[in-house]
């Protein structure tokens, strides 16, 4: 691309809006100022010369300022030499091609940037050449260019020239951001005081002056214009620029006065207004310093003379609260239809306010309805709301960053709206305004969707950008909001607004559009070609020859007929080209778009004869409509491949290589895009990353406090400080380090059990998730209704997935209701007509069906239910689910496990889509996929990498347990978990989302957090995430502002980069939507000729936004009568004109209109209803369409028949149909398509909706493919030749909608090419309309209308058949009449069929009678007539040869040929029968093998049923292994999984063992008994132990609790008492008044010998009152206290008994003996040696662990050579930079050890003489069958009732396994060594020795486990013969960590001696381990325990209570 070229110039203004067109400013655009250039060869130069626009060469290493006339030629030309050297290497022209993955443009951040140099004179002289103001100013603002550094030196005369202009230039360009940033740039270098001002100087005081008079003139017009930009771009610097405007005056009018007054007087007028712009800038800028505003006019009642109470331009295009005031009419004009405006002003204000209107008018009218109903109660919920939708309790939640700027995440509350489909449905579509306030729309904030997601939308988000002005009110986290959306489609009305905004003081063609005069002009670039000017016609023309014409000469043009058209297309031709604005009306059929192509096709063949830049002067063209776009450019393919489609939704094959996007990416790809714009690109994505990435930061942390609950570290900031120090203080009660607080705030909140997820809530799971589904496929919106197309594909519904059946159960539903809604509306409508005579029978049947279809939305219906309401495709796929099962068990009701986790599998799956329009205003404002990837490359920076570690960093560990998919939902009872999941998210959400807050004083009043209520607790955590939040949004406020400022850049570099890729095309194409969105970018390419396709159809503003300052040339083509625009509001339409378009306004005012006259579509017999006087009265017919053929089938090609069938109403859509016309129409399609009509060759139209969803629903899609239906509108400019349309309307209400409008009618009646069939009723239409009048008279004169249409037979045209309903087509059921066909056929056969008009020469018939043919033998043929005869298969007796047997053989097969069919019965080797045939013996020469069942005994021992033919020694044994394990529990598996008893799989069940701690062990046997992870039984009266029962205890430091008045203990709690417990009688007296008859400090037991008979449990003797008892606190049982003395005291003194905490606990019910501080000090005693135990393992285990990890970390080292995969799976859980657990460290330890053993033996294999035999490879199966046992194990698991085994991963060895493996290795290295024996010795051995080293080594063979007795004798055998192997080469595999440490917790494992020291042992004798006492199990003295003391109150007692009783209760007897 040549550079110089690239683009025009673009208005002044410093990037911002030009100044308007208001009557009395005294300003000047700086459009009126240009920059000229030196001379005329140097203008030649600039504009002819291929000048790069980006050169290396720009810039100067060490530049030396040249004062005087400037630098010498000798000094140019050797700066331009170095420059040149020094860039040699660099590729010339302007395209900056870096190599793939070259970041060299890209600075990261922290990355050094290095300073460029400054900018150079070839550089600046370059800019100062380059035409397209873009590019100058993208070079300025980037930082590479050099232009900051060149600010920081002085510049020579040259230089100054070219900056000066260069500045004016730049600020020519509408990139109003970057023009912004151009002017930071010039203020924070001071340019006015450190290089304008004494550049000035210099000029003045004759430092500098210049020979040149043209230059002197140039440099004082650029110095003017410059002077205004910087008055409106630095207001800031006003008394600088007052000053530097003073000697700028002083130089024009002394030093260069003579200059001016020759070449440029106009300067001096120019001076003056730039005084008075600067007194008025001035004045205006102190204003705004002391914030005062004019006082704004009341708007009151308007007329349409008044003027506006204010300037439009300066009106925000989002709605402002003074829009929603209520009290207050807008201002708003009509829109004149005939006659012009006053001026541009008025009629942009006009166009303007009508639109802003439309789209604010439902919003002002919605908000006003709710805020009604607020103030009166009574209204509530009376008046559905059809203006906005409500949405309640919105929250802002976070901030997101993109492309367009900074974007919001909000939430609202979707409680209401869970029966939305959202995939479907139109709200908060993108582009959508919303309007949010929390206080009833008192006051109010506006945003706009930018994203919606279905899954978000049905969460209740979605993705919004605010306005400027909302954002600075959205920081708060509490705030929530009422949210209104406006039913108007916003985004379709911004781009069109901002537009108007945009028009400066002159419009092109303003003198036609505005004040509509007669225009005759010719295009204004015609008429600078001067009268000589000639096209080239030969491209239009039908022979082959030249023809120049002069252009503006329509007399020289070549004839009509020459061209190929008729009169008024040639007419509209020359119209469309001599005159600048062209108005082409076409009625139907008569070439509209085919002028149209014409048109352009002569315009691009003579570009250059038009054009004044061939490379960027492309023809605009414009479409309503996508697909009328679409259709257009694919005709202007044939005469040019250059054309850009821009939008995205391009449907269109052809085009797809032609649009925007992909000439964007190819232009990416090839790297063609200039060095200016892509550094410039790359400047703005390196600004834009550093402040992305801190708003994501945050964002994520925003949206982790929405999630979850946050880690404490996060919230430290927000707490007081006693607060933050409350949670290291706080014991912990879990498992972790004491220091690790990032659990605390899960335990404080009470949520540290939310991962617990238990399995034992099956039955009311399985109930709530059956419910769940039931609603979902009733009523839910998860799972998508499937499309009927799709249902008609279905062969076998039992094969679909859950969610498929469900889709499909959804579909059947909907047709169901829909059914019976439809009936109830028959009946309704038949009520309302009074057409019964039974009304009472009618309602009764209403009431019915209204049952059915509540029913219907409950419960799920069964398939013989549905069937009876449904279309017969659907009744065939119910009677198959029927014949397999019923509905429930299809569906999975039937509440099995495998339906429950298929049904929770589907309840939790995510869905997503996008819709089309949605993504076509995506690609519109440039949110494309290429751009994401283009940040990528700049950045290397993904949002998503930084999210996944912010969640894990962010969050507690309880929010991550429940929001993240963990394994356990995977496995069978994953459904379970998954509800019990779905449960804890809604406890979570119930927590974060309460409004409820604690207030700051209540917080400044808590002083322990650990004391409040867990309600407070939530409402204290809440207000720490509301200032978390609130801190968060504050900190990244100015960031967010940052980030738009810089967005809007980039958003213009990329405007100038597509301004570049579009630059070459010969047309550009878009929609009017389109062309407003691309303002900036055609106001850059400024496109002179603009065509406008379906202008009637289109808004005005639409129009008068596409026209660009340079638009010379517009043609509009359409039919206003036909559509016109349709506005949002009617009354704007009806009242003031706002559905006139300009194309019918000029039409109007008969401004240059031409009217299309022959039409070329319709037959005579359908166009003559288009000549009605008010639609096209002088329309006439071509000669072809007199020619058409008839329709066949029908007496009439053009019939409407009527009928009185009553419509119905959908609510839902809000639409209409009719079943009537529905089930006509369905069944006249189908006529047609037996008349041999092809599908395509008819349409049916409809004006609803509804009815459209109806006509799809009778119409399946395998008979009906290819038939299009839609409406009306969407098939406008289209045509069929059949056309039926359906009306719909029929009510007694005299309503006909939209049908009365003639646009519609015209457009209806007027897309048939040969045939019209139209039903409704005409007596419900003609009364409303003149044009149905009309058309109804014209068609009763012509016969063509009735209540019935005639069918005709194509045979027996004498037999018609009168249709006026769809059954009535059931007289011609193949499209003819009743007769029979009778043609005669080949094959001499009649056909069969009734009539049929399609095949009349039955060349596809088949006949279907018996053949006639016989065979050579007689047999007559067995097949039909039109299957080929083939073999005779007529069977007949015959021996077979060679095996005899008798046959029936078929006629042609010979009987050699024939395999024998009878059993073969031959005796096999088994002795069993042959069962195979014969013939099948015989050929394959040999017998299948034997399928008899037999019994046969195992290896193992076992006897079971199996195949004769299948290899006992290879079959694997099924029966159970019932082996009693080493844990006692007997062993699972089957004999085969435990390799027939020698290798065990692991135990199956829980351990189930008594712990030393008295829990019972709940862990997997497997696994040994781990520390208890119960809570701890230590307590005293102070405390409990919150530590695991595992785990060191807490010792409470206070003051011990034992004291009476005889003693005081003085030590602390959680010590062991000094001295005895007193043992003295207590002198209280207890309640009944006698002594008490316990111990002094102890409870007083509340019984005495006088009035209670005490005796011992199980025991009848009487306790005298000698006897001392004790009550314990806890429980209250009483025992004797010298027997409770001698059970608790003896067995800390010197008796040896095992370590538990049985003595701690009352010796009847276990309860803790806190409170009988008697026993305080067994207490303490019991839990001192309780942690010595513990102390004890945590020490071993940590040697062990460092012992054992040490020996992995070596031997791994070892044996990696010999098996690397082996050795990496062993050490891969071991990191040596994490904590090595116990367990993984001993269970890695074990691996290596097998393995090892495993190795040595295959070694010792290896050195032998057995290697390569069969023994070896016998053996070495085995082994390798004990690698994969050492990395796999069993597991059982349950499915379809029966439990299976699975193989997972291994992570520990029982000691069974253990124990089994060593028994299986030694076998083996046995096995090798006998093996070696015998194979060495045989010869030298005698027979007795043979004999036993060959026993020895069948024992050792077989598969079985050797019995202890075997195992003997092999061991002494091996000693006679010298190969026993070391008896303890195996004990190292039961070391510390699988013997021993196997059940180290286990209660019975630990005994303490005499002397108080403990040992771990559980043998019959032992010695202790500190001081070798004998202890042991046979020494340990049984401590019996006390028996409890039972109390009955005396005879005495009793009969003085029975005394006191009444008579009637005395006990009997």
Same mark, same amino acid.
């Given at each position: ?28 655009? !700086? ?561 509209? !778009? ?13 570009? &250059? ?518 506005? !949002? ?288 033998? +007689? ?120 390799? &027939? +008893? ?95 008859? +316990? ?151 074990? &691996? ?216 009637? &209760?005395?006990?009997?007897?």
């Amino acid at each position: 691309m040549d550079d110089s070229r690239r683009g025009f110039r673009g208005r002044g203004g410093g990037g911002r809006r030009p100044w308007r067109g208001r009557p009395k400013t005294p300003h000047r655009s !700086t459009e009126n100022l240009s920059v000229s250039s030196l001379d005329d060869d140097e203008g030649a130069r600039g504009n002819g010369q291929s000048v790069p626009i980006y050169d290396s060469s720009e810039f100067e290493e060490n530049s030396e300022e040249t004062r005087g006339r400037g630098r010498s030629s000798n000094q140019r030309e050797l700066e331009d030499q170095e420059e040149s050297q020094s860039y040699s290497d660099q590729e010339r022209g302007g395209v900056y091609r870096p190599l793939r993955g070259q970041r060299s443009v890209t600075y990261h951040r922290g990355e050094r940037q290095s300073n460029p140099r400054h900018m150079g004179y070839r550089r600046l002289e370059e800019l100062y050449h380059e035409d397209n103001p873009d590019i100058v100013l993208l070079q300025l603002v980037t930082k590479k260019s050099g232009f900051e550094q060149l600010l920081e030196k002085q510049m020579d005369s040259e230089n100054m020239f070219f900056f000066v202009a260069i500045l004016v230039k730049a600020y020519q360009s509408n990139k109003e951001q970057n023009c912004t940033e151009l002017t930071k740039i010039l203020s924070s270098k001071q340019v006015i005081l450190n290089n304008l001002v004494p550049f000035v100087d210099k000029n003045l005081y004759g430092i500098i002056s210049y020979p040149e008079a043209k230059k002197i003139a140039e440099l004082s017009r650029n110095l003017c214009q410059l002077t205004l930009i910087l008055f409106r771009n630095m207001q800031g610097s006003l008394q600088i620029l007052k000053m530097f405007l003073e000697k700028l005056e002083q130089l024009m009018l002394n030093n260069y006065r003579s200059v001016c007054e020759e070449l440029c007087p106009e300067i001096f007028s120019e001076l003056g207004d730039l005084k008075e712009a600067r007194d008025t800038i001035e004045r205006d800028y102190i204003n705004k310093l002391k914030h005062r505003e004019e006082p704004k006019r009341n708007r009151q009642q308007q007329h349409a003379n008044q003027d506006p109470p204010d300037d439009f331009h300066y009106l925000s295009v989002l709605p402002t609260i003074q829009d929603l005031q209520f009290n207050k009419k807008p201002f708003l004009r009509v829109n004149k239809t005939k006659g012009g405006y006053d001026n541009l002003q008025q009629y942009l204000d006009i166009q303007f306010r009508l639109l802003r209107e439309d789209y604010l008018h439902p919003l002002r009218e919605g908000i006003l309805d709710y805020r009604r109903e607020l103030e009166d109660a009574s209204l509530s919920g009376k008046k559905q709301q059809t203006d906005i939708r409500i949405y309640e309790n919105v929250e802002v939640i976070r901030p997101v960053c993109s492309n367009q700027g900074v974007r919001h995440v909000i939430r609202f509350d979707n409680a209401k709206l869970t029966k939305i489909r959202w995939e479907s449905s139109r709200r908060l579509l993108y582009g959508s305004l919303l309007c949010l306030s929390p206080d009833g729309f008192q006051t109010m904030l506006f945003a706009t969707v930018t994203e919606r997601q279905i899954e978000d939308l049905a969460n209740g988000y979605v993705e919004v950008q605010f306005t400027e002005e909302a954002k600075t009110f959205i920081l708060s986290s509490t705030q929530t909001y009422i949210m209104a959306e406006t039913t108007a489609y916003f985004e379709a009305y911004r781009h069109i607004l901002q537009g108007l905004q945009e028009v400066g003081n002159e419009m092109p063609l303003q003198s036609s559009i505005v004040h509509c005069k007669p225009n005759e002009k010719p295009p204004r670039y015609l008429i600078k070609g001067g009268s000589v000017m000639q096209y080239d016609f030969s491209p239009l023309l039908k022979s082959s020859r030249e023809a120049q014409v002069v252009v503006l000469n329509t007399k020289r043009w070549p004839s009509s007929v020459e061209i190929g058209m008729d009169d008024s297309q040639h007419k509209a031709l020359q119209m469309a080209i001599t005159k600048e604005i062209a108005i082409i009306q076409g009625p139907p059929g008569t070439g509209k !778009t085919y002028v149209g192509l014409k048109i352009v096709h002569l315009l691009l063949h003579n570009k &250059q004869m038009w054009t004044e830049n061939v490379k960027m002067d492309p023809i605009l063209v414009v479409c309503y409509t996508n697909h009328a776009l679409d259709q257009f450019l694919v005709g202007l393919l044939k005469y040019s491949e250059k054309l850009v489609r821009i939008g995205g939704r391009c449907k269109t094959k052809e085009l797809e290589e032609y649009t925007l996007q992909n000439y964007r990416m190819k232009a990416r790809e090839e790297k063609s895009i200039s060095r200016t714009i892509h550094e410039k690109k790359a400047d703005s994505i390196s600004n834009m990353q550093n402040c992305r990435e801190k708003i994501d930061r945050v964002s994520e942390k925003l949206k982790c406090a929405k999630q979850g609950i946050l880690r404490l570290q996060e919230l430290e900031e927000c707490m007081d400080k006693r607060h933050k120090e409350s949670f290291s203080d706080i014991p912990r009660g879990n498992k972790g380090e004491a220091n690790e607080p990032k659990r605390s705030i899960d335990e404080w909140l009470g949520l540290n059990n939310f991962s617990n997820v238990t399995e034992d809530e099956g039955d009311d799971n399985k109930r709530m998730l059956m419910m769940e589904w039931e609603e979902e496929l009733t009523k839910g919106i998860k799972i998508d209704k499937m499309e009927t197309d799709t249902a008609q594909d279905i062969k076998d519904p039992w094969r679909l997935s859950l969610k498929d059946r469900g889709s499909l159960y959804k579909h059947f539903l909907r047709e169901y209701q829909d059914s019976i809604s439809n009936e109830i509306l028959y009946h309704k409508n038949r009520l309302s007509l009074k057409q019964s005579t039974e009304p009472l029978f009618i309602q009764k049947e209403i009431n019915t069906l209204l049952k059915c279809r509540a029913k219907s939305e409950k419960i799920v219906l069964q398939s013989t239910r549905l069937a009876s309401k449904l279309p017969n495709y659907a009744q065939i796929i119910l009677r198959m689910i029927r014949n397999k099962g019923d509905t429930l068990e299809w569906l999975c009701l039937n509440g099995s496990p495998q339906s429950c986790s298929q049904i929770a599998g589907v309840l939790h799956m995510e869905y997503k889509d996008i819709k089309e329009d949605e993504e076509d205003e995506r690609q519109l404002d440039g949110e494309t996929v290429e751009d994401n990837d283009e940040w990528n490359f700049f950045t290397g920076y993904k949002v998503e990498t930084l999210k996944k570690g912010l969640t894990s960093e962010n969050l507690s560990e309880a929010s991550l347990a429940i929001l993240k998919r963990d394994e356990e939902s995977e496995n069978e009872h994953g459904w379970v978990y998954q509800i019990n999941r779905s449960k804890l998210q809604h406890r979570l959400k119930e927590v974060l989302d309460s409004n409820d807050i604690m207030e700051d004083h209540e917080v400044a009043n808590i002083k322990n957090i650990w004391e409040l209520n867990n309600s407070d607790r939530q409402r204290l955590y809440r207000y720490w995430v509301k200032r978390y939040i609130t801190h968060m949004k504050e900190s990244i406020q100015e960031t967010e502002k940052q980030y738009d400022d810089l967005c809007r850049g980039y958003r213009e570099v990329l405007d100038a980069e597509e301004v570049e890729i579009m630059g070459g095309a010969d047309v550009l194409g878009m929609t009017t939507t389109g062309a407003a969105k691309y303002r900036n970018i055609l106001q850059s390419i400024k496109p002179k000729i603009i065509i406008v396709e379906e202008a009637a159809e289109v808004l005005e503003s639409h129009i008068v936004t596409t026209i660009n300052s340079n638009c010379q040339h517009l043609i509009l083509i359409g039919d206003h009568k036909q559509l016109r625009p349709t506005p !949002t509001v009617y009354f704007l339409a009806k009242k003031y004109n706002l559905d006139i378009s300009l194309f019918e306004r000029m039409v109007n005012n008969d401004l240059n209109y031409v009217t299309l006259g022959i039409q070329h579509r319709m037959r005579p017999e359908i166009s003559v209803l288009m000549r009605n006087e008010n639609l096209y009265p002088e329309l006439r017919d071509h000669e072809d369409v007199k020619a058409y053929e008839h329709i066949k089938g029908v007496i009439s090609d053009v019939f409407f028949i009527a009928h009185n069938e009553p419509e119905s109403d959908d609510r839902e859509t809000k639409s209409k149909s009719n079943i009537h016309e529905a089930k006509f129409v369905k069944r006249l399609c189908k006529y047609f398509l037996q008349q041999d009509y092809e599908r395509g060759q008819i349409t049916i139209l409809t004006a609803y909706t509804g009815q459209i969803l109806a006509l799809k629903k009778e119409m399946p899609r395998n008979d009906f493919e290819g038939v299009r239906i839609t409406s009306i509108d969407n098939f406008q400019g289209e045509e069929n030749d059949i056309i039926i349309l359906s009306l719909v309307r029929s009510n007694n209400l005299g309503s006909t909608g939209f049908l009365k409008i003639d646009n519609r009618i015209c457009v209806s009646l007027s897309r048939a090419r040969k045939g019209l069939f139209v039903i409704g009723n005409f007596d419900l239409l003609c009364p409303e309309s003149e044009l149905w009048q009309y058309i109804i008279d014209t068609m009763k004169n012509r016969h063509c209308f009735g209540r019935s249409l005639v069918l005709q037979c194509g045979n027996h045209p004498e037999n018609r058949v009168n249709a006026s309903q769809g059954s009535d087509f059931d007289k011609t059921p193949n499209g003819g009449c009743h007769l029979p066909c009778s043609f005669v056929l080949n094959c001499s056969h009649k056909c069969g069929q009734i009539c049929h008009v399609s095949d009349p020469q039955h060349k596809l018939y088949t006949c279907l009678k018996p053949c006639l043919k016989k065979c050579n033998k +007689g047999h007559d043929c067995q097949r039909k007539c039109f299957q080929d005869c083939g073999d005779c298969n007529v069977l007949v007796p015959k021996t077979i040869v060679p095996c005899g047997h008798l046959e029936r053989v078929p006629c042609s097969i010979d009987e050699d040929q024939w395999s024998c069919t009878t059993l073969c019965n031959e005796i096999l080797p088994c002795a069993h029968r042959c069962k195979e045939k014969c013939g099948t013996c015989r050929k394959q020469t040999f017998h299948e093998k034997c399928q008899e069942l037999c019994t046969k005994r195992l290896s193992c021992g076992h006897v079971i049923d199996f195949l004769c033919c299948e290899d006992k020694e290879n079959m694997f044994c099924t029966r159970a292994c019932g082996l009693v394990l080493e844990c006692g529990h007997v062993c699972s598996g089957t004999c085969g999984d435990c390799h &027939q +008893g020698r290798l065990h799989i692991p135990c199956q069940s829980k351990c189930g063992r008594k712990l030393i701690c008295g829990h019972t062990c709940d862990a997997n046997c497997v696994e040994g008994c781990p520390p208890c992870n119960q809570a701890c039984q230590m307590s005293c009266d102070h405390t409990e132990c919150t530590a695991m029962c595992g785990e060191p205890c807490v010792i409470c430091t206070e003051k011990c609790s034992r004291h009476c008045e005889h003693q005081t203990c003085v030590k602390i709690c959680g010590e062991i008492c000094n001295g005895l417990p007193c043992s003295k009688n207590c002198a209280l007296k207890i309640t009944c008044g006698h002594n008490c008859m +316990g111990i002094c400090g102890e409870k007083c037991p509340e019984m005495c010998s006088e009035c209670h008979l005490l005796t011992f449990e199980g025991s009848h003797i009487e306790i005298n009152d000698d006897v001392r008892l004790i009550t314990l606190a806890k429980c209250g049982h009483t025992f004797n206290v010298d027997s409770l003395d001698v059970y608790m005291f003896n067995h800390t003194k010197t008796q040896i008994c095992l370590v538990s905490s049985e003595m701690i606990h009352c010796p009847v019910c276990s309860s803790a003996l806190t409170g009988t501080l008697r026993y305080k000090s067994v207490v303490e005693e019991t839990r001192t040696v309780m942690e010595t135990v513990k102390e004890y393992i945590k020490r071993n285990d940590d040697a062990a662990t460092k012992e054992n990890f040490k020996y992995v970390e070596v031997k791994a080292l070892e044996l990696k050579e010999e098996d690397s995969e082996a050795i990496n799976s062993i050490t891969e859980h071991i990191n040596q930079n994490q904590t090595v657990s116990f367990a993984k460290a001993n269970f890695a330890y074990g &691996q290596i050890l097998i393995w090892e053993k495993i190795y040595n033996i295959y070694q010792n294999i290896l050195k032998s003489v057995i290697k390569n035999t069969k023994e070896e490879k016998m053996i070495g199966e085995q082994l390798q069958m004990i690698r994969h046992w050492l990395f796999e194990s069993l597991y059982a698991v349950t499915e379809d009732g029966t439990k299976k085994l699975k193989s997972k991963s291994r992570i520990c060895f029982s000691r069974q396994e253990i124990l089994d493996i060593r028994l299986e290795l030694w076998r083996l290295t046995y096995l090798v060594e006998f093996l070696k024996l015998g194979t060495e010795s045989n010869d030298i051995m005698d027979k007795g020795r043979i004999q036993i080293i060959g026993m020895a080594i069948k024992w050792l063979s077989q598969k079985s486990p050797i019995l202890r007795t075997k195992y003997d004798r092999i061991c002494a055998t091996g000693k006679i013969y010298g190969i026993a192997p070391d008896e303890h080469l195996f004990d190292d595999l039961v070391c510390y960590g699988s013997s021993k440490r196997y059940r180290i917790w286990q209660h019975g494992n630990w005994i303490r001696c005499r002397n108080g020291h403990v040992t771990n042992t559980d043998t019959e004798e032992a010695k202790c381990c500190s001081c070798d006492a004998d202890i042991g199990m046979k020494m340990l003295r049984v401590n019996i325990p006390p028996k409890r003391i039972l109390s009955v109150p005396k005879l005495s007692i009793r009969k003085r209570e029975s005394d006191t009783l009444p008579h009637d &209760q005395k006990p009997s007897g």
